[in-house]
């Protein structure tokens, strides 16, 4: 088990370390993102992901500062994330300098391709969705997705990222653009951050990429939380039946279990949360072990059931 107030760490194949709980920042609200962060930080987050879509990375940034200057935490001791939004795909490295600019930071330790798919450029750091003018998304078809992943490629040689990867989680073909990658890349991606959960687990994929040596990072390790259920209307995998017996025999919270759930199969998972008291939840999840019986009880109740609905913002459906 970890020590306390520290997360264990997984090895990428990047020859870096990757703490295996993390605290998303997607919905944060920025008057709140100060305290949040912190928060998490006196806790013992040490990871953090961010994407310049999520438009608040400048106060990501203003916290990271803080946090520098009085002492709480130096930037050796954290693990900063952002993504290269979809219009930037053919402005890799200005897009890239512009979050580094944002988040106040010399490097990051991981850039991620958030969606396998190039846009109409909009301006560096402009993330609306591009829509043409009969309301369809505006997809570039000049840029290849190995055109973007030899940009990213070129980050980790200028020094400003040390590691990068993929968040292939909005596509059918999740493993087959996985495969396409690790064909064509120079430097294989670290790092495969999706959608997975009890309702969602996708094992075929997980697997691929475990064994092919890319760490797979839970986006949304919660399944149908409160927020996404407000977001998308979705049905959360926290109020099933074995999740809440389970969660009691072990005397934890559905949360906790599940979080737990998704370190034991070899995943990083990074829950989003607005409320500090929740920061503390999340992260006791290291105290405990889940048994062989009682995991398979929780392979059992998946629906292959997906929360995150991006098409219905873009206009486009990338799951037919």
């Not at 954290?78 to 890239?96: M, P, Q, R």
């Not at 991620?112 to 969705?129: C, D, E, K, N, Y």
């Not at 929740?278 to 292959?304: C, G, P, T, Y």
């Amino acid at each position: 088990m970890a020590a306390k107030g520290a997360a264990p760490a997984v090895a990428l194949s990047s020859g870096h370390r990757m703490p295996a709980v993390g605290l998303g920042v997607w919905r944060m609200e920025k008057p709140a993102i100060r305290t949040l962060i912190l928060s998490a930080l006196r806790i013992g987050y040490r990871h953090l992901d961010c994407a310049a879509d999520y438009q608040n990375e400048a106060e990501v940034g203003d916290a990271l500062a803080e946090a520098f200057q009085t002492g709480l935490v130096k930037r050796e001791d954290l693990f900063i994330t952002t993504k290269l939004w979809n219009s930037d795909h053919g402005h890799v490295i200005e897009a890239c300098k512009d979050s580094l600019k944002k988040l106040q930071l010399d490097y990051l330790d991981l850039y991620l391709v958030h969606f396998p798919v190039a846009t109409r450029h909009t301006g560096v750091g402009t993330t609306s969705s591009a829509l043409g003018d009969d309301g369809v998304l505006d997809i570039d078809t000049t840029i290849s997705l190995e055109t973007t992943w030899h940009a990213m490629e070129e980050l980790v040689s200028m020094g400003l990222v040390r590691s990068i990867g993929i968040s292939y989680s909005c596509s059918n073909y999740d493993i087959f653009l996985t495969r396409d990658c690790l064909a064509y890349a120079k430097i294989k991606p670290a790092v495969n951050q999706i959608e997975t959960h009890p309702y969602f687990q996708r094992d075929s994929l997980v697997k691929f990429c475990q064994k092919h040596g890319i760490c797979v990072t839970a986006h949304t390790p919660l399944g149908g939380s409160t927020a996404n259920t407000e977001w998308f209307g979705s049905v959360s995998c926290l109020d099933d039946p074995v999740i809440k017996s389970l969660a009691e025999k072990y005397g934890k919270t559905p949360a906790q279990l599940v979080l737990r759930w998704g370190l034991q199969r070899n995943t990083v998972v990074i829950p989003k949360t607005s409320k500090v008291e929740r920061l503390q939840e999340n992260f006791e999840v290291f105290d405990f072990e889940i048994s062989s019986e009682d995991m398979e009880k929780i392979k059992a109740i998946d629906r292959n059931y997906r929360t995150n609905q991006p098409a219905k913002f873009w206009g486009i459906d990338l799951y037919a």
